[in-house]
């Protein structure tokens, strides 16, 4: 069976993964993508969410903090704004995290909009906390 080359790099991180897998899934801008060997070319903006590789009948997940996801039809390069494997997670700061960005969103809220609160840098702050523990399998509703 084909497979293609997945590489993911962060700039505090750098390389975290560099493989050949089945097939990638991701949440874009554009909405979910499936990426198969021999992929059209593609450039896509990615939100903060999880990614899922397949390897045969394995799949794994890694917590994408945003980023771009350029495509080839030998490789996909996924320069990640932050990226994350299980075992790197700390689940006790990701619910901190998570727990921050909830607070801080409803003070804006409460406040009728007239607050110091930055609400884009809460939902990013939220949204990574999320994907963070989806990877670590801890639901987020």
Do not use: C, W
Request: glycine residues 4%; hydrophobic residues 45%; neutral net charge.
């Amino acid at each position: 069976m084909a497979t293609i080359r997945l590489e993911i790099v962060s700039p505090d991180r750098g390389e975290i993964f560099a493989k050949d897998i089945d097939m990638l899934i991701v949440r874009s801008t554009a909405g979910e993508l499936g990426i198969l060997p021999r992929h059209a070319r593609l450039l896509t903006e990615l939100l903060p969410y999880p990614i899922r590789i397949k390897e045969g009948a394995s799949e794994s997940l890694v917590a994408v903090g945003g980023g771009f996801m350029e495509v080839t039809p030998e490789l996909i390069t996924i320069l990640a704004d932050s990226a994350e494997l299980p075992d790197m997670i700390d689940v006790d700061r990701a619910q901190a995290s998570r727990k921050r960005a909830e607070d801080r969103i409803a003070q804006y809220r409460q406040s009728q909009k007239d607050s110091l609160i930055d609400i884009h840098r809460a939902e990013a702050a939220l949204a990574r906390a999320k994907a963070r523990l989806l990877v670590k399998n801890i639901p987020v509703n």
